[in-house]
């Protein structure tokens, strides 16, 4: 009897030893706690940590605990944790979409698989542009966030003064002449751009035509007859010296607070910018869809965005999984990421409310939500792959060999050759 007592008390004892010792406690449902860690920068930090209040309510035991390490340190830190199996890896990790397959594609087995754990039941909530950045081979790898829905930023006083009415503007060809009637009559560029260290007007073109750096079987696309297209309109508006060389983004805000530039074409998300950085033009901007290269044609584009996903080596799969399907599928957690820090929501149950469709004060009372939001269905799919940074070196070298005086096609066959050289990929032949 006494060997008996004493196996009970060890056994009860190894069990409390076993739950003390257990990283986080993944129970939470069994009332103890779970501390989930998480990875992101910038204002993404605040709406998370917001979000994580508003789950606390019904999930009392969960906290959250996020580290704002910086975009580029997130990326160095997650690389350097999935190389070693998981090791120091966080529960949960803001990824942009770029990168999304690449590190699927890379550590095929550094995720969770989030269809497996039922995700793919949301995936009418989102548009198809972003399904298709979340999924690999037909899985979800991560829970969309955040878009950048393209279009063009512009000054009302500037086209005004111009008597230039942006409603009439519907191609790239008709923006030309537009931009040469602004210039003469404010001295002001159409647009901005660092003519030789970014390409972000030419990637919104390529998006709209439907075609990018890589066609959809990884194939280097870069001497596409649209990718032509799109970087000889870009020489047009050099060439009448309607593009304004700026200095990265500080160049970018700059020439946006002083009038210089009459338009910044650029993902929703700029509207931020302006606001914080241009408080003085309240009520002098506007917006409408970056023009089609034909009229009639497709007016859509996305410039940026981001997801989130969980490491596979995560403890806490389960609630980090309960935790990212209410922050990224509720709709009012979504609206105050939206009104609290300018997260432009991949999820369409908010485009139905009051924010999204109506006026905007500071626009000149233009409801610019419901022109964004109305465009998300029509944003084609671009395929990153996972060497998407080396594509972008090269077009930017590209662009760059253009406003030097090169010849479009030539420029852009020698971008693909050396990516090809860079990556072994094959280049298409047109």
């Keep these: 009897m006494k060997k008996f007592s004493l196996l009970v008390l060890l056994l009860a004892f190894s069990m409390v030893v076993a739950a003390c010792s257990s990283d986080n406690g993944e129970v939470a449902s069994d009332g103890e706690k779970v501390t989930l860690t998480a990875w992101a920068w ?11 209040e508003k789950f606390k309510a019904e999930n009392p035991n969960v906290e959250l605990k996020v580290e704002d390490i910086g975009r580029l340190d997130v990326y160095d830190k997650l690389s350097t944790g999935l190389a070693a199996g998981g090791v120091g890896l966080p529960d949960i990790v803001l990824v942009e979409d770029d990168r999304i397959h690449g590190y699927v594609e890379a550590f ?24 298709d950045l979340s999924t690999v081979d037909g899985s979800f790898y991560a829970m969309p966030f955040d878009a950048g829905p393209g279009g063009m930023f512009y000054r009302r006083d500037l086209f005004e003064k111009a008597g230039v009415n942006p409603d009439e503007i519907e191609t790239w060809d008709q923006f030309l002449e537009a931009g040469k009637k602004i210039k003469d009559a404010t001295g002001s560029y159409a647009m901005p751009l660092d003519k030789f260290k970014d390409d972000p007007t030419f990637r919104m073109m390529l998006n709209q035509l439907g075609v990018f750096y890589f066609d959809a079987e990884g194939n ?41 530039v009459a338009t910044i074409p650029f993902g929703a998300w700029y509207y931020g910018t302006i606001i914080d950085q241009a408080k003085d033009s309240k009520g002098n901007w506007g917006v409408f869809l970056l023009p089609a290269f034909e009229e009639g044609g497709n007016r859509a584009s996305n410039l940026g965005g981001s997801s989130w996903m969980i490491p596979a080596a995560s ?35 908010t485009y139905d409310t009051d924010v999204f469709t109506g006026d905007v004060e500071f626009f000149g009372g233009q409801p610019i939500w419901k022109l964004f939001a109305d465009e998300m269905k029509d944003i084609p799919t671009v395929n990153f792959t996972n060497d998407y940074s ?34 072994e990929r094959e280049v298409n032949s047109h």
């Excluded at 979504?334 to 929501?345: D, H, I, K, N, V």
């Excluded at 030097?404 to 852009?412: R, S, T």
Aim: cysteine-free.
């Design 108 to 131: 095929p087995k550094g995720f969770l698989n989030l269809t497996e754990k039922g995700f793919d039941e949301n995936e009418a909530l989102f548009p198809q542009f972003k399904k």
């Design 390 to 423: 080396m594509a972008l070196d090269e077009s930017i070298k590209a662009q760059a060999d253009v406003f030097n005086g090169k010849d479009v096609k030539q420029a852009l066959q020698e971008a693909a050759d050396r990516l090809k050289d860079r990556t």
């Design 42 to 52: 910038n204002v993404n930090v605040g709406a998370l940590n917001e979000a994580a």
């Design 220 to 260: 280097i696309d870069l001497t596409n007859p649209k990718a032509v297209q799109a970087m000889d309109t870009l020489k047009k508006f050099d060439d009448a010296e309607l593009i304004k060389d700026v200095d990265g983004w500080n160049g970018v805000v700059s020439a946006t607070v002083d009038g210089s």
């Design 315 to 349: 403890e806490n799969a389960d609630t980090a999984y309960d935790f990212l399907e209410y922050f990224t599928t509720d709709t009012d957690v979504q609206l105050m990421a939206m009104e609290s820090y300018g997260l432009f929501p991949s999820l369409n149950t």
